[in-house]
């Protein structure tokens, strides 16, 4: 640890404050000052919206501006951006894209999406074919991205495609900043199980990518796409949520006012069985964050994604079981509308026991995440790899 | 949201360095001192029922008296010290009698004793020569507190009669905490292993890591100097039971990170279609399952147990039960599943995949099973 890091950001907290009071500040006129004020990311760079501190020093930062009647959505509102994009740009990017891009990303002037998935590369994300195809000093890109989250608002997108079909899967990808307003840039709406669009499909025919748009050397595209990643892991982890919040606090509510003490016995253990796992996992992300900041990090940090996704499931179903026969309608109906926030936070219990569905595909579906904690955390063998050594143009595809 | 619901306590869980290095020697202790060929020779021998060597070090190295007070003679640590030893014996099933001396009976004592009656007891506890027992239950068995002893008294003189049974070594205990029903009240007495009138007789039981015994009481005489007196009796008992579930919850703990180590490593030995079975996702998913439910059946038992040593009696409600439901159904699925993944050998007696089954079991319904202490949380709550 440097000097004083905490001296630096405490300093550097109240000189914004004084020239920038959170609360009578328009937010992008704040942000762009909390970012010239090295406190965007603090770990960045000086000049670059950081200080050069630990990371660790953010959550005092957002604290402090909360408390003081200020905004930190822009985090949330172009997560793709500040919470992966950026970190992209800082390991990667060139002086040009980190001077062009992060400054208006965190003010939030422009939107930034990610385009990684495709129709044929879900949990095999190396599996990608979207093609970009040299000419000269610029690149022509086709092919087709899914569930690209605020694709629809985006001005740019993190993209990533094939740019060797000779070379294994790994191998042959590059990565890319693409301008979503550019010409051939087709932004569709992708309408879920819950009858909403959170998400986006994208569709690239001959679009021009310059050259200086490139992210990382050519072939080098899976090594950045994993920063992106790791990125991801950080902005989702390590929250802690409140006892009895979240589904298992909506079950309550409508246990309580449903059925109560009269309520059937099977169902009340059922309730408290859901109850039980509901808090052990929640005490499980306390001790995570604990052995996080104080102790020696074990696998208690790296079990969350799956047990949230699982248990997320069977409260929300077991939510609308307790409504009986109002479980067979669906207020609102299927409107075909585009949420404001996520579907996952708001709504009926059905509609919320449908957009669970997704818990456990989004983020690494459960049959990958346990995968990963099969091999990474209990060290056992990887399943035989049989593309691994193939050219990706003789690999079998659906 | 209830009032119980609303703000849990701020514990700590991670392990100071003094904690880690009592859980590194512990761990090594057991190791060492109950290797399955020395937890199979005492648990099929005839007597005494528990491992009297062992018993003496642990008491040496001063892990006997971990709750006690230092002026009667423990080292006047706390339960979180206790709970890591629990989960250490809990993993390897080792052979001494902490539930029933230095949890069940020494809480007891803790709970109802005068200063004069603790000054008397409990020294001998934390150096292992006085080893206690809870004899609560009568033998309806709702494992709870039901007890199957009345006391009448006689001037200065009671007298026990009736059954205790499944009292845990009951039948090597030194002495016996008996809780009887006086009228319509209940009391704690301590009586001797081999008073007059006191029979014992081991159960034939499942768990044969852990004995049990029926106590029957034939007009046992007790001074009312030995009736428990610093406290009323019903409140002792509660607090007893309370610390045997969080200790049951913490050494569940221990048997299922056992259950998922000695898995994972099979499934990395054990070659089948010509690669390590734990290559395929059929295996490797049930063990990723069960280190997910293993962290979380950790953070419920080490959270009962630290606001047990910080005393916050009011969570301490919510914590226990929650961790004695969860952790049981999470061992047990995992000492099952256990039998599973080793496949023939798993099932065989010469392997200890079933001692941790029988184990997982025997817990499971000692002391309350996960559905009543669920219900107990649903009064809890209001739900």
């Known amino acids: 640890m440097g000097v004083d890091e905490r001296g630096l950001i405490v300093e550097r907290i109240e000189a914004l404050f004084a020239s920038h009071p959170p609360a009578d500040t328009d937010e992008r006129s704040f942000w762009g000052a909390q970012f010239d004020h090295g406190l965007a990311w603090v770990q960045f760079p000086e000049g670059l919206g950081g200080s050069g501190v630990s990371p660790r020093w953010q959550a005092v930062v957002d604290q402090r501006i909360n408390d003081a009647g200020g905004s930190t959505r822009n985090r949330i509102n172009n997560v793709l951006g500040i919470g992966m994009g950026a970190g992209t740009i800082i390991a990667h990017g060139t002086d040009e894209h980190r001077a062009r891009f992060l400054r208006p990303m965190f003010t939030m002037e422009e939107i930034w999406c990610q385009l990684f998935s495709e129709p044929g590369a879900g949990s095999d994300l190396a599996a990608l074919s979207t093609s970009a195809v040299r000419e000269d000093d610029h690149w022509i890109v086709n092919g087709q991205k899914v569930w690209t989250t605020l694709g629809h608002l985006a001005k740019w997108g993190l993209l990533v495609t094939r740019t060797d079909p000779d070379q294994p899967k790994h191998a042959g990808m590059t990565y890319f900043i693409v301008d979503m307003e550019a010409d051939g840039v087709d932004v569709r709406p992708l309408y879920q199980i819950t009858g909403e669009a959170e998400f986006n499909e994208v569709y690239f025919t001959d679009v021009v990518i310059g050259d200086e748009l490139r992210v990382g050397e050519v072939g080098q595209g899976w090594g950045v796409a994993m920063t992106t990643l790791m990125n991801e892991r950080v902005a989702i982890g390590g929250t802690v949520q409140p006892r009895e919040s979240g589904a298992i606090g909506e079950a309550v509510q409508v246990w309580r006012e449903r059925h109560g003490e009269d309520g059937d016995p099977v169902a009340r253990d059922q309730l408290l069985q859901l109850w039980a796992a509901a808090e052990a996992m929640r005490l499980t992300t306390v001790r995570a964050k604990e052995a996080a900041t104080s102790g020696t990090p074990g696998p208690e940090g790296s079990t969350a994604k799956l047990q949230w996704a699982e248990l997320n499931k069977r409260i929300t179903s077991f939510t609308v079981d307790l409504l009986g026969p109002e479980g067979l309608t669906y207020p609102g109906g299927y409107s075909f509308t585009r949420p404001d926030g996520s579907a996952d936070v708001d709504g009926a219990p059905h509609k919320r026991f449908l957009r669970a569905r997704a818990n456990s595909i989004e983020g690494g579906t459960s049959e990958i995440m346990k995968n990963i904690l099969g091999e990474r955390v209990l060290g056992l063998p990887g399943e035989p790899r049989v593309d691994k050594d193939v050219p990706w143009r003789e690999v079998p595809r659906s | ?383």
């Open chain 2, 1 to 383: 949201m209830s009032a119980h619901a609303a703000a849990p306590p701020t514990v700590s869980y991670v392990l100071t360095d003094e904690q880690r290095q009592l859980q590194e020697m512990v761990r090594d202790l057991f190791a060492q001192r109950a290797a399955p060929d020395r937890v199979r020779e005492v648990m099929l021998a005839e007597t005494p029922g528990y491992d009297d060597a062992l018993w003496q070090e642990l008491a040496n190295y001063g892990l006997l008296g971990l709750t006690i007070p230092e002026a009667h003679g423990g080292s006047g640590a706390s339960f979180a010290e206790l709970a890591i030893v629990l989960e250490e014996a809990g993993r390897r099933l080792a052979p001494v009698p902490l539930l029933s001396s230095a949890v069940l009976g020494t809480e007891a004592v803790l709970g109802g004793a005068t200063e004069a009656q603790a000054a008397a007891l409990l020294p001998g506890v934390a150096a292992g020569t006085t080893r206690l027992a809870l004899a609560h239950l009568d033998l309806g068995g709702d494992l709870l507190a039901a007890p199957g002893v009345v006391a009448s008294r006689d001037g200065a003189t009671w007298h026990l009669d009736g059954t205790a049974a499944y009292v845990i070594d009951g039948a090597s205990a030194t002495h016996l905490v008996v809780a009887a029903r006086a009228g319509d009240d209940l009391e704690l007495f301590v009586v001797p292993g081999d008073a007059p009138g006191v029979s014992r007789t081991p159960v034939e039981v499942l768990d044969l890591t852990r004995p049990l015994a029926t106590v029957e009481f034939a007009g046992v005489e007790v001074a009312e100097e030995d009736r428990l007196a610093g406290g009323p009796a019903m409140a002792a008992l509660h607090r007893a039971l309370t610390a045997g579930v969080v200790a049951i919850a913490v050494e569940q703990v221990g048997g299922t990170a056992h259950t998922l180590e000695a898995c994972t490593a099979y499934a990395r030995d054990r070659i089948q279609f010509g690669r390590a079975i734990g290559s395929f996702q059929a295996v490797k998913h049930r063990l990723a399952e069960l280190l997910v439910e293993l962290e979380s059946a950790r953070s419920a038992a080490i959270h009962a147990a630290r606001v047990l040593a910080a005393g916050e009696r009011e969570e301490l409600a919510i914590a226990a039960p929650l961790a004695k439901s969860y952790c049981s159904e999470v061992y047990e699925r995992s000492a099952a599943d256990g039998i599973q993944l080793f496949g023939g050998i798993g099932f065989t007696w010469e392997h200890d995949q079933h001692l941790y089954l029988k184990r997982a079991k025997s817990t499971k319904l000692l002391l309350g099973d996960p559905k009543h202490h669920r219900a107990l949380l649903g009064e809890l709550l209001a739900l």
